[in-house]
Protein backbone atom coordinates (compact mmCIF):
# COMPACT_ATOMS: atom_id res chain seq x y z
CA UNK A 1 0.00 0.00 0.00
CA UNK A 2 1.44 3.10 -0.75
CA UNK A 3 0.23 7.03 0.06
CA UNK A 4 -2.10 8.24 -2.49
CA UNK A 5 -0.84 11.30 -4.98
CA UNK A 6 0.04 14.84 -3.12
CA UNK A 7 0.05 13.10 0.21
CA UNK A 8 2.94 12.19 1.79
CA UNK A 9 4.57 11.07 5.25
CA UNK A 10 6.94 13.18 7.35
CA UNK A 11 9.24 10.85 8.68
CA UNK A 12 10.76 11.56 12.04
CA UNK A 13 14.30 12.47 10.31
CA UNK A 14 12.73 15.38 9.66
CA UNK A 15 10.46 16.48 11.77
CA UNK A 16 12.77 18.62 13.69
CA UNK A 17 12.59 21.66 11.00
CA UNK A 18 8.94 21.30 11.33
CA UNK A 19 9.02 21.63 15.34
CA UNK A 20 11.65 24.56 15.21
CA UNK A 21 9.24 26.89 12.53
CA UNK A 22 6.16 25.96 14.77
CA UNK A 23 7.99 26.93 18.31
CA UNK A 24 9.56 30.29 16.74
CA UNK A 25 5.48 30.59 15.32
CA UNK A 26 4.00 29.93 18.30
CA UNK A 27 6.72 31.93 20.51
CA UNK A 28 6.21 35.34 18.06
CA UNK A 29 2.52 34.74 18.03
CA UNK A 30 2.13 34.86 21.53
CA UNK A 31 4.40 38.18 21.92
CA UNK A 32 1.79 39.87 19.50
CA UNK A 33 -1.05 38.64 21.24
CA UNK A 34 -2.38 35.96 19.30
CA UNK A 35 -4.46 33.21 20.58
CA UNK A 36 -4.07 29.10 19.42
CA UNK A 37 -7.97 28.37 17.59
CA UNK A 38 -8.72 24.90 16.46
CA UNK A 39 -11.24 24.52 13.77
CA UNK A 40 -13.03 21.32 12.11
CA UNK A 41 -11.01 19.74 8.41
CA UNK A 42 -14.61 19.29 7.34
CA UNK A 43 -16.80 22.39 7.30
CA UNK A 44 -20.40 22.34 4.28
CA UNK A 45 -18.90 23.37 0.86
CA UNK A 46 -21.26 26.47 1.40
CA UNK A 47 -18.90 27.87 3.64
CA UNK A 48 -15.48 27.90 1.15
CA UNK A 49 -17.75 28.29 -2.30
CA UNK A 50 -19.24 31.49 -0.37
CA UNK A 51 -15.98 33.02 1.05
CA UNK A 52 -13.07 31.97 -1.49
CA UNK A 53 -15.22 32.41 -4.22
CA UNK A 54 -17.56 30.35 -6.89
CA UNK A 55 -15.30 31.38 -9.48
CA UNK A 56 -11.40 30.42 -8.15
CA UNK A 57 -9.76 27.92 -8.99
CA UNK A 58 -9.73 26.65 -5.61
CA UNK A 59 -13.28 26.16 -5.45
CA UNK A 60 -14.20 25.16 -9.50
CA UNK A 61 -11.14 22.74 -9.30
CA UNK A 62 -8.85 21.93 -6.34
CA UNK A 63 -11.70 21.07 -3.60
CA UNK A 64 -12.04 17.60 -2.12
CA UNK A 65 -15.69 17.84 -1.92
CA UNK A 66 -18.11 14.66 -0.87
CA UNK A 67 -21.34 13.66 -0.18
CA UNK A 68 -21.80 12.02 3.77
CA UNK A 69 -24.22 9.55 4.02
CA UNK A 70 -27.01 11.77 4.56
CA UNK A 71 -26.64 13.84 1.32
CA UNK A 72 -25.15 16.93 2.84
CA UNK A 73 -22.10 18.34 0.51
CA UNK A 74 -19.24 18.27 2.63
CA UNK A 75 -15.82 19.67 2.20
CA UNK A 76 -11.88 18.81 3.15
CA UNK A 77 -10.75 22.57 4.14
CA UNK A 78 -8.51 24.12 1.30
CA UNK A 79 -7.72 27.16 3.59
CA UNK A 80 -8.17 28.23 7.83
CA UNK A 81 -9.70 31.97 7.05
CA UNK A 82 -13.52 30.66 6.10
CA UNK A 83 -13.29 28.31 9.07
CA UNK A 84 -11.95 31.23 11.85
CA UNK A 85 -14.26 33.42 9.55
CA UNK A 86 -17.46 30.86 10.81
CA UNK A 87 -16.42 30.28 14.18
CA UNK A 88 -15.54 34.10 14.53
CA UNK A 89 -20.15 34.69 14.01
CA UNK A 90 -20.93 31.39 15.32
CA UNK A 91 -19.80 32.15 18.83
CA UNK A 92 -20.74 35.63 18.67
CA UNK A 93 -17.31 36.59 19.12
CA UNK A 94 -17.95 40.05 18.42
CA UNK A 95 -20.51 40.42 20.33
CA UNK A 96 -17.69 39.84 23.45
CA UNK A 97 -14.66 41.61 22.20
CA UNK A 98 -14.83 42.71 18.78
CA UNK A 99 -10.93 42.66 18.62
CA UNK A 100 -9.82 39.50 17.99
CA UNK A 101 -6.29 37.19 17.07
CA UNK A 102 -5.99 33.98 16.33
CA UNK A 103 -3.42 31.51 15.01
CA UNK A 104 -3.58 28.11 13.86
CA UNK A 105 -1.54 25.44 12.45
CA UNK A 106 -2.86 22.40 10.37
CA UNK A 107 -3.53 20.60 7.00
CA UNK A 108 -4.99 21.45 3.90
CA UNK A 109 -6.30 19.68 1.58
CA UNK A 110 -6.26 21.13 -2.52
CA UNK A 111 -6.70 18.67 -5.08
CA UNK A 112 -3.31 20.62 -7.20
CA UNK A 113 -1.31 18.82 -9.87
CA UNK A 114 1.59 17.80 -7.06
CA UNK A 115 4.99 18.86 -8.30
CA UNK A 116 7.98 20.48 -5.69
CA UNK A 117 6.52 22.79 -3.05
CA UNK A 118 2.58 21.75 -4.27
CA UNK A 119 1.09 19.21 -2.18
CA UNK A 120 -2.77 17.70 -2.37
CA UNK A 121 -2.65 17.63 1.98
CA UNK A 122 0.16 20.27 2.69
CA UNK A 123 0.66 22.36 5.94
CA UNK A 124 -0.42 26.14 7.19
CA UNK A 125 0.61 28.30 9.88
CA UNK A 126 -2.46 30.67 9.43
CA UNK A 127 -3.15 33.92 11.44
CA UNK A 128 -5.96 35.91 11.45
CA UNK A 129 -7.21 39.53 13.20
CA UNK A 130 -10.07 40.76 13.43
CA UNK A 131 -11.66 43.96 14.48
CA UNK A 132 -9.28 46.78 13.35
CA UNK A 133 -9.30 48.82 9.97
CA UNK A 134 -6.20 50.28 11.13
CA UNK A 135 -3.65 50.36 8.26
CA UNK A 136 -0.80 49.76 11.00
CA UNK A 137 -2.03 46.16 11.63
CA UNK A 138 -1.46 44.91 7.80
CA UNK A 139 2.15 46.68 8.73
CA UNK A 140 2.31 44.71 12.08
CA UNK A 141 1.35 41.10 10.19
CA UNK A 142 4.10 41.49 7.34
CA UNK A 143 6.18 42.82 10.14
CA UNK A 144 6.12 39.71 12.23
CA UNK A 145 6.12 37.70 9.21
CA UNK A 146 9.15 39.77 8.10
CA UNK A 147 10.43 38.63 12.48
CA UNK A 148 9.80 35.32 11.34
CA UNK A 149 11.86 34.31 8.46
CA UNK A 150 14.77 36.88 9.92
CA UNK A 151 14.43 34.39 13.92
CA UNK A 152 14.72 31.21 11.36
CA UNK A 153 17.82 32.74 9.51
CA UNK A 154 16.16 32.93 5.76
CA UNK A 155 17.21 35.38 3.64
CA UNK A 156 16.62 36.01 -0.15
CA UNK A 157 12.81 36.02 0.65
CA UNK A 158 10.83 39.34 -0.61
CA UNK A 159 7.49 40.93 0.39
CA UNK A 160 5.58 41.75 -2.61
CA UNK A 161 2.61 44.11 -1.96
CA UNK A 162 -0.47 45.21 -3.60
CA UNK A 163 -3.63 47.48 -2.69
CA UNK A 164 -6.95 45.30 -4.25
CA UNK A 165 -9.04 48.63 -3.44
CA UNK A 166 -12.81 48.40 -2.09
CA UNK A 167 -16.55 47.99 -2.74
CA UNK A 168 -16.15 51.83 -3.55
CA UNK A 169 -13.61 51.80 -6.68
CA UNK A 170 -13.65 48.22 -7.64
CA UNK A 171 -16.58 48.53 -9.86
CA UNK A 172 -15.08 51.54 -11.37
CA UNK A 173 -11.80 49.19 -12.07
CA UNK A 174 -13.82 46.38 -12.92
CA UNK A 175 -15.11 48.24 -16.17
CA UNK A 176 -11.52 49.62 -17.31
CA UNK A 177 -10.52 46.26 -16.45
CA UNK A 178 -13.13 45.39 -19.00
CA UNK A 179 -13.00 47.54 -21.95
CA UNK A 180 -9.51 45.75 -21.76
CA UNK A 181 -9.98 42.55 -21.34
CA UNK A 182 -12.39 42.80 -24.72
CA UNK A 183 -9.52 43.92 -26.54
CA UNK A 184 -8.06 40.66 -26.15
CA UNK A 185 -10.40 38.47 -26.13
CA UNK A 186 -9.08 36.34 -28.90
CA UNK A 187 -5.75 35.61 -26.88
CA UNK A 188 -7.79 34.35 -23.83
CA UNK A 189 -8.37 30.67 -23.01
CA UNK A 190 -12.11 29.34 -22.12
CA UNK A 191 -11.89 29.90 -18.59
CA UNK A 192 -10.83 33.44 -19.33
CA UNK A 193 -14.01 33.96 -21.21
CA UNK A 194 -16.51 32.23 -18.97
CA UNK A 195 -15.13 34.42 -16.10
CA UNK A 196 -15.51 37.75 -17.99
CA UNK A 197 -19.01 38.11 -16.97
CA UNK A 198 -19.22 36.49 -13.53
CA UNK A 199 -15.87 37.66 -12.17
CA UNK A 200 -13.03 39.52 -14.59
CA UNK A 201 -10.64 40.01 -11.72
CA UNK A 202 -9.68 36.62 -11.89
CA UNK A 203 -8.74 37.22 -15.73
CA UNK A 204 -5.50 38.57 -13.80
CA UNK A 205 -4.32 35.30 -11.77
CA UNK A 206 -4.29 33.07 -14.89
CA UNK A 207 -1.78 30.96 -15.45
CA UNK A 208 -1.99 29.93 -18.92
CA UNK A 209 0.60 31.80 -20.96
CA UNK A 210 -1.36 33.17 -23.75
CA UNK A 211 -3.50 34.70 -21.03
CA UNK A 212 -0.34 36.22 -19.53
CA UNK A 213 0.63 37.83 -22.28
CA UNK A 214 -2.67 39.36 -23.39
CA UNK A 215 -2.63 40.65 -19.68
CA UNK A 216 0.52 41.79 -19.42
CA UNK A 217 -0.46 45.59 -19.93
CA UNK A 218 -3.66 45.20 -18.75
CA UNK A 219 -4.85 48.47 -15.35
CA UNK A 220 -3.98 47.89 -12.39
CA UNK A 221 -6.06 47.75 -9.22
CA UNK A 222 -3.28 50.33 -7.89
CA UNK A 223 -4.30 52.86 -10.08
CA UNK A 224 -7.87 52.94 -9.70
CA UNK A 225 -7.98 53.11 -6.21
CA UNK A 226 -10.19 55.95 -4.28
CA UNK A 227 -8.60 57.94 -1.72
CA UNK A 228 -9.36 56.24 1.47
CA UNK A 229 -7.56 53.06 0.06
CA UNK A 230 -4.88 54.94 -1.06
CA UNK A 231 -4.15 56.75 2.08
CA UNK A 232 -4.28 53.30 3.76
CA UNK A 233 -1.89 51.58 1.45
CA UNK A 234 0.17 54.71 1.56
CA UNK A 235 0.24 53.94 5.34
CA UNK A 236 1.16 50.55 5.10
CA UNK A 237 4.53 51.49 3.05
CA UNK A 238 5.29 54.24 5.42
CA UNK A 239 5.32 51.85 8.54
CA UNK A 240 6.95 49.24 6.98
CA UNK A 241 9.95 51.31 5.60
CA UNK A 242 9.94 53.20 8.93
CA UNK A 243 10.72 49.13 10.38
CA UNK A 244 12.97 48.78 7.95
CA UNK A 245 10.79 45.57 6.13
CA UNK A 246 11.56 45.74 2.51
CA UNK A 247 9.07 45.49 -0.13
CA UNK A 248 8.32 45.39 -3.68
CA UNK A 249 4.75 46.85 -4.85
CA UNK A 250 3.89 44.56 -6.88
CA UNK A 251 0.42 45.97 -9.01
CA UNK A 252 0.42 42.48 -10.50
CA UNK A 253 -0.32 40.59 -7.59
CA UNK A 254 -3.74 39.40 -6.90
CA UNK A 255 -4.34 36.39 -5.07
CA UNK A 256 -6.38 33.52 -5.88
CA UNK A 257 -9.16 34.07 -3.43
CA UNK A 258 -11.93 36.08 -3.76
CA UNK A 259 -12.54 37.96 -0.14
CA UNK A 260 -9.67 40.09 0.16
CA UNK A 261 -9.86 44.15 -0.12
CA UNK A 262 -7.07 46.17 0.12
CA UNK A 263 -4.07 45.21 0.83
CA UNK A 264 -2.85 42.08 -0.32
CA UNK A 265 0.53 40.45 0.14
CA UNK A 266 2.90 37.34 -0.56
CA UNK A 267 5.96 36.71 0.46
CA UNK A 268 8.37 34.60 -2.34
CA UNK A 269 11.18 32.93 -2.73
CA UNK A 270 13.57 32.27 -5.80
CA UNK A 271 14.79 29.21 -4.58
CA UNK A 272 12.04 26.58 -5.36
CA UNK A 273 11.33 26.85 -8.78
CA UNK A 274 7.45 27.50 -9.78
CA UNK A 275 6.19 27.35 -5.93
CA UNK A 276 7.59 30.70 -5.07
CA UNK A 277 5.00 31.88 -2.51
CA UNK A 278 6.06 30.86 0.80
CA UNK A 279 3.22 32.94 2.47
CA UNK A 280 -0.07 35.10 1.67
CA UNK A 281 -2.58 36.87 3.08
CA UNK A 282 -4.75 40.44 3.10
CA UNK A 283 -7.40 42.10 4.58
CA UNK A 284 -10.93 41.12 3.70
CA UNK A 285 -13.07 43.18 5.58
CA UNK A 286 -16.29 42.23 3.79
CA UNK A 287 -16.11 38.90 4.74
CA UNK A 288 -17.42 38.58 7.95
CA UNK A 289 -20.47 40.30 7.35
CA UNK A 290 -21.05 38.51 3.81
CA UNK A 291 -21.28 34.97 6.03
CA UNK A 292 -23.77 36.44 8.18
CA UNK A 293 -21.66 38.77 10.98
CA UNK A 294 -21.90 42.24 11.49
CA UNK A 295 -19.78 44.29 9.61
CA UNK A 296 -16.07 43.51 10.81
CA UNK A 297 -12.43 44.55 9.24
CA UNK A 298 -10.56 41.78 8.75
CA UNK A 299 -6.58 40.75 7.92
CA UNK A 300 -4.90 37.94 8.07
CA UNK A 301 -1.72 35.49 6.26
CA UNK A 302 -0.94 32.03 5.71
CA UNK A 303 2.27 30.21 5.21
CA UNK A 304 3.07 27.44 3.83
CA UNK A 305 4.44 25.12 6.29
CA UNK A 306 5.91 22.50 3.60
CA UNK A 307 7.32 25.14 1.18
CA UNK A 308 9.00 27.08 4.43
CA UNK A 309 10.66 24.24 5.39
CA UNK A 310 12.05 23.16 1.95
CA UNK A 311 13.65 26.53 1.45
CA UNK A 312 15.53 25.94 5.45
CA UNK A 313 16.17 22.68 4.38
CA UNK A 314 18.18 24.82 1.79
CA UNK A 315 20.38 26.43 4.36
CA UNK A 316 19.86 24.77 7.78
CA UNK A 317 21.46 21.46 8.74
CA UNK A 318 18.21 19.31 10.34
CA UNK A 319 18.59 19.45 13.81
CA UNK A 320 20.29 16.54 15.87
CA UNK A 321 17.99 14.96 17.92
CA UNK A 322 18.79 14.66 21.64
CA UNK A 323 21.10 11.63 22.74
CA UNK A 324 19.70 8.81 24.93
CA UNK A 325 20.81 9.63 28.28
CA UNK A 326 20.87 5.53 29.33
CA UNK A 327 19.98 2.21 28.06
CA UNK A 328 19.36 -0.46 30.83
CA UNK A 329 20.78 -4.29 29.66
CA UNK A 330 18.31 -6.26 31.76
CA UNK A 331 19.64 -10.06 32.01
CA UNK A 332 17.23 -12.47 33.40
CA UNK A 333 13.63 -12.12 34.48
CA UNK A 334 14.23 -10.48 37.35
CA UNK A 335 16.96 -7.91 36.30
CA UNK A 336 13.81 -7.59 33.67
CA UNK A 337 11.47 -6.41 35.98
CA UNK A 338 13.76 -4.20 38.09
CA UNK A 339 15.06 -2.58 34.85
CA UNK A 340 11.38 -2.13 33.77
CA UNK A 341 10.29 -0.37 37.44
CA UNK A 342 13.64 1.49 37.17
CA UNK A 343 12.78 3.69 33.35
CA UNK A 344 9.65 3.89 34.61
CA UNK A 345 10.85 6.29 37.69
CA UNK A 346 13.76 7.91 35.03
CA UNK A 347 11.74 8.39 32.64
CA UNK A 348 9.07 10.22 35.03
CA UNK A 349 12.41 12.37 36.21
CA UNK A 350 12.56 13.44 32.68
CA UNK A 351 15.75 11.33 31.87
CA UNK A 352 15.79 9.74 28.46
CA UNK A 353 16.30 6.29 28.93
CA UNK A 354 15.37 3.11 27.48
CA UNK A 355 15.49 -0.62 27.79
CA UNK A 356 15.42 -3.45 25.56
CA UNK A 357 12.92 -6.08 26.80
CA UNK A 358 13.40 -8.79 24.31
CA UNK A 359 16.07 -10.73 26.23
CA UNK A 360 19.04 -10.45 23.86
CA UNK A 361 22.82 -11.25 25.44
CA UNK A 362 25.02 -8.82 26.46
CA UNK A 363 26.53 -8.28 22.87
CA UNK A 364 23.33 -8.08 21.18
CA UNK A 365 22.39 -5.09 23.69
CA UNK A 366 25.49 -3.69 24.01
CA UNK A 367 25.54 -3.35 19.99
CA UNK A 368 21.86 -1.60 20.24
CA UNK A 369 22.95 0.69 22.90
CA UNK A 370 25.69 2.04 20.14
CA UNK A 371 23.26 2.06 17.69
CA UNK A 372 20.91 4.34 20.01
CA UNK A 373 24.03 6.33 20.47
CA UNK A 374 23.47 6.28 24.87
CA UNK A 375 25.73 8.32 26.97
CA UNK A 376 25.21 5.53 29.30
CA UNK A 377 24.72 1.76 29.93
CA UNK A 378 23.10 0.09 32.85
CA UNK A 379 23.98 -3.10 33.05
CA UNK A 380 21.94 -5.56 35.61
CA UNK A 381 22.05 -9.39 35.59
CA UNK A 382 21.54 -11.70 37.80
CA UNK A 383 25.27 -11.77 39.64
CA UNK A 384 24.80 -8.21 39.79
CA UNK A 385 21.52 -8.24 41.56
CA UNK A 386 22.99 -10.51 43.96
CA UNK A 387 25.63 -8.61 44.82
CA UNK A 388 23.84 -5.16 44.90
CA UNK A 389 26.47 -3.32 42.59
CA UNK A 390 24.66 -2.32 38.87
CA UNK A 391 27.13 -1.47 36.22
CA UNK A 392 27.13 2.02 34.99
CA UNK A 393 29.15 2.00 31.99
CA UNK A 394 29.97 5.76 30.08
CA UNK A 395 29.66 5.14 26.56
CA UNK A 396 32.39 7.64 25.54
CA UNK A 397 35.09 7.15 28.36
CA UNK A 398 34.98 3.60 28.19
CA UNK A 399 34.96 3.76 32.44
CA UNK A 400 32.61 2.06 34.01
CA UNK A 401 31.45 2.51 38.22
CA UNK A 402 29.22 0.04 40.70
CA UNK A 403 26.26 1.19 42.04
CA UNK A 404 23.73 -0.40 45.04
CA UNK A 405 20.17 -0.31 44.27
CA UNK A 406 19.47 2.11 46.72
CA UNK A 407 21.82 4.71 45.67
CA UNK A 408 21.23 4.31 42.32
CA UNK A 409 18.66 6.25 40.65
CA UNK A 410 19.59 9.42 43.15
CA UNK A 411 23.08 8.92 41.48
CA UNK A 412 21.58 8.38 38.18
CA UNK A 413 19.64 11.74 38.68
CA UNK A 414 22.61 13.97 39.93
CA UNK A 415 24.55 12.39 36.59
CA UNK A 416 22.02 13.48 34.12
CA UNK A 417 20.48 16.44 35.58
CA UNK A 418 24.02 18.33 35.72
P1 LIG B 1 -3.01 30.98 -0.16
O1 LIG B 1 -2.14 31.96 -0.89
O2 LIG B 1 -3.98 30.21 -0.96
O3 LIG B 1 -3.75 31.82 0.96
O4 LIG B 1 -2.12 29.96 0.64
C1 LIG B 1 -1.12 30.41 1.53
C2 LIG B 1 0.16 29.65 1.34
O5 LIG B 1 -0.08 28.24 1.45
C3 LIG B 1 0.78 29.80 -0.04
O6 LIG B 1 1.55 30.98 -0.12
C4 LIG B 1 1.65 28.56 -0.14
O7 LIG B 1 2.89 28.78 0.50
C5 LIG B 1 0.86 27.54 0.66
N1 LIG B 1 0.17 26.61 -0.26
C6 LIG B 1 -0.96 26.84 -0.97
N2 LIG B 1 -1.28 25.75 -1.70
C7 LIG B 1 -0.32 24.82 -1.46
C8 LIG B 1 -0.07 23.48 -1.93
N3 LIG B 1 -0.90 22.86 -2.75
N4 LIG B 1 1.03 22.84 -1.46
C9 LIG B 1 1.89 23.44 -0.59
N5 LIG B 1 1.69 24.70 -0.13
C10 LIG B 1 0.61 25.38 -0.54
C11 LIG B 1 -4.63 31.28 1.85
O8 LIG B 1 -4.81 30.11 2.03
C12 LIG B 1 -5.33 32.33 2.68
N6 LIG B 1 -6.29 31.66 3.55
C13 LIG B 1 -4.34 33.15 3.47
C14 LIG B 1 -4.99 34.19 4.31
C15 LIG B 1 -5.23 34.12 5.64
N7 LIG B 1 -5.50 35.32 3.87
C16 LIG B 1 -6.05 35.96 4.89
N8 LIG B 1 -5.90 35.24 5.95
Avoid at 117 to 139: L, N, T, W
Avoid at 202 to 209: A, G, T, V, W
Avoid at 237 to 246: F, M, R, S
Avoid at 287 to 312: C, H, N, S, W, Y
Wanted: proline letters at 4%; one cysteine or more.
Amino acid sequence: MQTIRGFRDILPEKISLWQKVEKEATHLFKSFGFKEIRIPIIEKTQLFARSIGEVTDIVEKEMYTFEDRKGDKLTLRPEATASIVRSYIQHKMYATDPIRKFYMVGPMFRRERPQKGRYRQFYQIDAEIFGVESAYVDSQLIFLLNQLFKRLGLTGLSAHINSLGCPECRPSFQKVLLDFIESKKDMLCENCLRRMDKNPLRILDCKIENCRNAIAHAPATLDHLCNECSDHFNTVKKALETQGVDFIVDKSLVRGLDYYTRTAWEIQTTTLGAQSAVAGGGRYDGLVKELGGPQTPAIGFAIGFDRLVEVMEQIDKIPEPLPLDLFIISLGDTAMEKGYHWSCELNQKGIRTEIDFRGKSLKALMKRADKLAARYVLIAGENELIENAIILRNMNTKEQVSLSMEDMIPELIKIFKK
